[in-house]
Nanobody, 124 residues
Framework: QVQLVEAGGGLVQAGGSLTLSCAASGRTFDLYAMGWFRQAPGKAREFVATITWDSRPYYADSVKGRFTISRDNAKNTVSLQMNSLKPEDTAVYYC??????????????????WGQGTQVTVSS
């Protein structure tokens, strides 16, 4: 009974910033890496960023230098600060527990259940 609740999406102009939040439950939060994913219309869900239990962050090349992932283990939350947003960042953003991660070419293998996500729309 994993529960994932994303919030903070909205409409922003290109070059702007937005911060997403995720409240997670159903697992022992501080034992898992967490990940952010996104899915644009007509495209597959893709990895965005992951963070280990002790707050080591790793990013997809497409967002490196622009996005920052963080977590608060006391609150069972993970956040995604998005800066310098581009129209191609437009997507529904999801968080999840990571059952495993890769750090050399960063990736996260997500748990099997998903929340509803939060819509991010970047206008040109």
């Amino acid at each position: 009974q994993v529960q994932l609740v994303e919030a903070g999406g909205g409409l922003v102009q290109a070059g702007g910033s937005l911060t997403l939040s995720c409240a997670a439950s159903g697992r022992t939060f501080d034992l898992y890496a967490m990940g952010w994913f996104r899915q644009a219309p007509g495209k597959a869900r893709e990895f965005v960023a992951t963070i280990t239990w002790d707050s080591r962050p790793y990013y997809a090349d497409s967002v490196k230098g622009r996005f920052t992932i963080s977590r608060d283990n006391a609150k069972n939350t993970v956040s995604l600060q998005m800066n310098s947003l581009k129209p191609e960042d437009t997507a529904v953003y999801y968080c999840n527990f990571c059952t495993s991660i890769t750090i050399v070419h960063p990736s996260c293998e997500p748990e099997g259940s998903w929340g509803q996500g939060t819509q991010v729309t970047v206008s040109s």
